[in-house]
């Protein structure tokens, strides 16, 4: 007989039949047999992230399985459930895993799929500062520290590392920093603003007498003056003496007296 095919429906014995010249052969039992299992694939990632404590819980996207016999259908009406799904925490930390399996009509099983669900913390601690953000200061005044609290979603409330970079030589703008670290190493920071200022004039002192008598035409030699600073000391050297002695004057002065006389 010559040589043919033919296409199974399905897993199973198939009788098939030669036709020689005018005579039917015997039949042929042909045994065919489905050792192929389904496939099952995952819909989103393999991998999901959940923020710790968030207050959203876990959905999971699902699977979808296929099989080269058995139909959609019969694939989709004994799905398997996933295994794990009840073991996701999303308030600890920590890795999960869900499995998925499924089988077809023919009792083949497919090879089981993982998917990792990964809960972490990545939200900082939040900073909080007693008192004002902004201080104003005298120079030379005391600066009392009134420190900050932190709390985290995940551990609750935090130690505060705090940080002071003022300067209380010099006036200016400065910040003290409050740092706060949760058990994932997240980093939470809070900024005091501090501003030192000086609003004291120097003090000038005269050297020799503050009225002083010169004879006209005379040369005037001021014996000058001495001048400290809160901030900056002694800064005699920035002294600057104006001579508005008028000569002219101190003789219009003089006639006067002498003509009064």
Same mark, same amino acid.
């Given at each position: 007989?010559?040589?043919?095919?033919?296409?199974?429906?399905?897993?199973?014995?198939?009788?098939?039949?030669?036709?020689?010249?005018?005579?039917?052969?015997?039949?042929?039992?042909?045994?065919?047999?489905?050792?192929?299992?389904?496939?099952?694939s995952l819909n989103g990632e393999p991998v999901i992230y959940i923020e710790a404590r968030s207050g959203k819980p876990y959905e999971d996207p699902g699977y979808t399985v296929s099989d080269d016999i058995t139909s959609q259908e019969w694939l989709d009406s004994h799905r398997i459930p996933p295994t794990g799904i @009840?073991?996701?925490?999303?308030?600890?930390?920590?890795?999960?895993?869900?499995?998925?399996?499924?089988?077809?009509e023919h009792g083949n099983y497919a090879v089981s799929v993982y998917r990792q669900i990964i809960v972490r913390d990545t939200t900082p601690p939040?900073?909080?500062?007693?008192?004002?953000?902004?201080?104003t200061l005298m120079f030379g005044e005391p600066y009392n520290e009134l420190g900050a609290t932190a709390i985290d979603n995940y551990d609750g409330e935090v130690e505060v590392i705090i940080s002071n970079g003022i300067r209380f030589d010099r006036i200016g703008l400065y910040e003290v920093q409050y740092i706060a670290y949760d058990s994932s190493g997240n980093r939470g920071t809070a900024i005091r603003n501090v501003k030192i200022v000086d609003n004291i004039s120097p003090q000038i002192t005269l050297i020799g007498n503050e009225v002083m008598h010169v004879e006209v035409y005379s040369d005037?030699?001021?014996p000058g003056a001495e001048v400290k600073d809160?901030? @900056?000391g002694?800064?005699?050297?920035k002294v600057l003496i104006i001579d508005d002695i008028d000569y002219i004057l101190m003789e219009k002065v003089s006639q006067l007296l002498n003509y009064k006389k």
């Amino acid at each position: 007989f010559e040589y043919f095919t033919f296409k199974p429906n399905g897993k199973g014995t198939y009788e098939v039949y030669a036709q020689i010249v005018n005579k039917v052969s015997d039949p042929l039992y042909v045994y065919v047999a489905n050792n192929n299992p389904p496939v099952i694939s995952l819909n989103g990632e393999p991998v999901i992230y959940i923020e710790a404590r968030s207050g959203k819980p876990y959905e999971d996207p699902g699977y979808t399985v296929s099989d080269d016999i058995t139909s959609q259908e019969w694939l989709d009406s004994h799905r398997i459930p996933p295994t794990g799904i @009840d073991k996701v925490d999303v308030n600890t930390k920590g890795t999960y895993y869900v499995r998925y399996d499924a089988v077809d009509e023919h009792g083949n099983y497919a090879v089981s799929v993982y998917r990792q669900i990964i809960v972490r913390d990545t939200t900082p601690p939040v900073v909080t500062l007693n008192g004002n953000e902004y201080i104003t200061l005298m120079f030379g005044e005391p600066y009392n520290e009134l420190g900050a609290t932190a709390i985290d979603n995940y551990d609750g409330e935090v130690e505060v590392i705090i940080s002071n970079g003022i300067r209380f030589d010099r006036i200016g703008l400065y910040e003290v920093q409050y740092i706060a670290y949760d058990s994932s190493g997240n980093r939470g920071t809070a900024i005091r603003n501090v501003k030192i200022v000086d609003n004291i004039s120097p003090q000038i002192t005269l050297i020799g007498n503050e009225v002083m008598h010169v004879e006209v035409y005379s040369d005037f030699q001021d014996p000058g003056a001495e001048v400290k600073d809160n901030v @900056d000391g002694n800064i005699t050297d920035k002294v600057l003496i104006i001579d508005d002695i008028d000569y002219i004057l101190m003789e219009k002065v003089s006639q006067l007296l002498n003509y009064k006389k």
